[in-house]
């Protein structure tokens, strides 16, 4: 059986990777993929997002805190971090959480420098519209349009603001709950989202549908004692419920709706696109305290959307295009740190003990498919659907080294510590795992 040292020290290597990444210019940044043919980047348009910048180092830095001091070297980057972002966020307009946005910068700045994060808030409160938060994003062709999902749209900037607290966090997360409803469109079941009002195409889960939307009403409306946006929350549930699979004891919902035309998996088990993220959909109607939904009760919901993902055969790659990423978002690490999650809030019950199991599992994958060498570890994923498959390593948080150190790290710290170990948790998650071991900001 792999020990949690053997975790640790792989987790430890990928991060001492991802440092050797980080270059300066007019502050930190890091390449998204590192190929062998590109010696020399640039910095990306993105290079400070949560979702494949450097903001998305603030969530590691918090981890390696848990259990040892920070370096010299790593203080150093969360100061320059904590530096670019204050300076920065006065002049964006983009609100995004997982896209190059304001709420991406306050959850780092959160996390490394606590009461920094205001001056991303309030950039977001000075923004805000009744219709939400135009975006620069162009996610339709010549639209400014606000967004309605968790990593682009007002569902992000909700959960966020309701994570961070602080004086403008009740004035956003009412306008985006409010613009919200706005945006819903009314179904036989329930309420529906798309990431836009206008997308035709849907993405029901959690990431960029239905699932997330609802989650974020469902957070806002126990936080705010709104009892409109948590009705809205079940009806948007209503409608997942009604477009998704209950059957077996578990719960699945498609990738896309209609089909998408690209050459995808009809049901993927991911945190974005998948049972293991929309799991938190029914967690966070728990903690607003809904009970039922459609005749089912919540928390079975959520086990029924673990159980899919413990009986689909993740991780293992069973054929191209099934499990062919081991990031946060879409694979390996990011379906981990749920069944963690998961584990530690039904402590001490057989579920916990099997959930628990299944993480590891994640862990072992990761141990096997990592590519090491003298410089450190990473991961390189495959996409089956062009000439070169397998393609370079990641960096960062999402979908790199940078996310999967983290889980590996929390991974190491659960096994030696049981199921009251502290979790770093964030705004799309922290409703998932019991009070006591919450706690962000302490070092």
């Not at 694979?331 to 959930?355: E, M, S, Y």
Request: proline share 7%; aromatic share 6%; with cysteine.
């Amino acid at each position: 059986m792999t020990t949690s040292a053997t975790y640790r020290e792989l987790g430890e290597a990928a991060w001492s990777w991802v440092l050797d990444q980080v270059r300066e210019d007019d502050g930190p940044w890091l390449p998204e993929n590192v190929p062998e043919n590109d010696p020399d980047p640039a910095p990306a348009k993105d290079r400070d997002s949560l979702y494949s910048g450097t903001a998305g180092l603030a969530p590691v830095l918090a981890e390696i805190a848990r259990y040892r001091e920070p370096s010299d070297r790593e203080r150093a980057l969360a100061n320059g971090i904590v530096s670019r972002l204050s300076a920065v966020a006065p002049g964006r307009t983009e609100p995004a959480l997982y896209a190059d946005g304001l709420a991406g910068y306050a959850v780092a700045l959160r996390l490394l420098a606590p009461g920094r994060e205001s001056v991303a808030l309030r950039r977001l409160a000075e923004l805000a519209t009744p219709e939400g938060w135009k975006s620069t994003i162009a996610f339709e062709p010549g639209s400014d349009t606000p967004l309605n999902d968790i990593i682009m749209g007002s569902a992000g900037v909700v959960l966020t603001a309701v994570w961070a607290g602080g004086e403008h966090a009740e004035a956003i997360a009412t306008t985006g709950c409010e613009a919200l409803l706005g945006a819903a469109d009314r179904t036989a079941a329930g309420l529906d989202w798309g990431i836009a009002p206008s997308t035709q195409r849907r993405y029901p889960n959690y990431s960029h549908g239905t699932a997330g939307v609802a989650t974020a009403l469902a957070v806002a409306g126990a936080a705010l004692h709104r009892e409109d946006f948590v009705a809205a929350a079940v009806e948007g549930a209503r409608h997942v419920l009604s477009v998704g699979s209950p059957t077996d004891d578990g719960f699945v919902v498609p990738h896309t709706i209609p089909p998408s035309t690209r050459e995808v998996e009809p049901v993927t088990y991911t945190w974005c696109h998948g049972p293991a993220g929309t799991s938190h959909l029914f967690a966070a109607l728990a903690h607003a305290g809904v009970t039922e939904v459609a005749g089912y009760d919540v928390d079975a919901l959520r086990q029924r959307c673990l159980t899919s993902v413990l009986a689909s055969g993740v991780p293992e790659r069973l054929r191209p295009g099934f499990w062919d990423n081991d990031g946060r978002c879409c694979g390996t690490a990011g379906v981990g740190d749920i069944l963690l999650d998961a584990a530690q809030d039904c402590a001490g019950t057989p579920r916990a003990n099997t959930l628990a199991g299944a993480a590891v599992r994640m862990g072992d994958a990761l141990v096997e498919r990592a590519v090491r060498d003298g410089a450190g570890a990473r991961w390189r994923f495959v996409e089956h659907r062009i000439d070169t498959p397998l393609l370079p390593p990641g960096t960062a948080w999402m979908q790199g080294a940078a996310g999967i150190a983290a889980y590996l790290l929390r991974l190491a710290r659960y096994l030696d510590t049981g199921p009251d170990a502290p979790v770093v948790d964030l705004p799309d998650q922290w409703w998932a795992v019991p009070a006591h071991v919450r706690g962000q900001t302490e070092s």
